[in-house]
């Protein structure tokens, strides 16, 4: 089991920047895919940046590209995710995920965070 807590969300205007962090609570990690997710009240879930831990590839959401950045730093177990120039629009619930075990992440079948709420006001 692995357990996943995010901090750093908030209230920003736009054009603000946040960052969110993603604590785990295992140094020993099966799986791959690590990311991000929002959901916006009356909208359906989003992926919003994904990491592999292993290679470090990264997959952003077209709605953010350029602007947030999804970093991992190993030493501390923590994910993280950079969000510059935000916008209205990036209001949400956002959660973090871990794939269970390799593969898993395609199928759906994640560790989640709790969810901490980003408001950016226009």
């Known amino acids: 089991q692995v357990q996943l807590v995010e901090s750093g969300g908030g209230s920003v205007q736009a054009g603000g920047s946040l960052r969110l962090s993603c604590a785990t609570s295992t140094y020993t990690y099966s799986g791959d895919w690590m990311g991000w997710f929002r959901q916006a009240p009356g909208k359906e879930r989003e992926t919003v940046a994904r990491?592999?831990?292993?290679?470090?590839?990264?997959y952003y959401a077209d709605s953010v590209k350029g602007r947030f950045t999804i970093s991992q730093d190993n030493d501390k177990n923590t994910m993280y995710l950079q969000m510059n120039s935000l916008k209205p629009e990036d209001t949400a619930m956002y959660y973090c995920a871990a794939e269970k075990y390799r593969g898993a992440w395609y199928r759906g079948d994640n560790y989640w965070g709790q969810g901490t709420q980003v408001t950016v006001s226009s």
């Open positions: 990491i592999s831990t292993r290679s470090r590839s990264t």
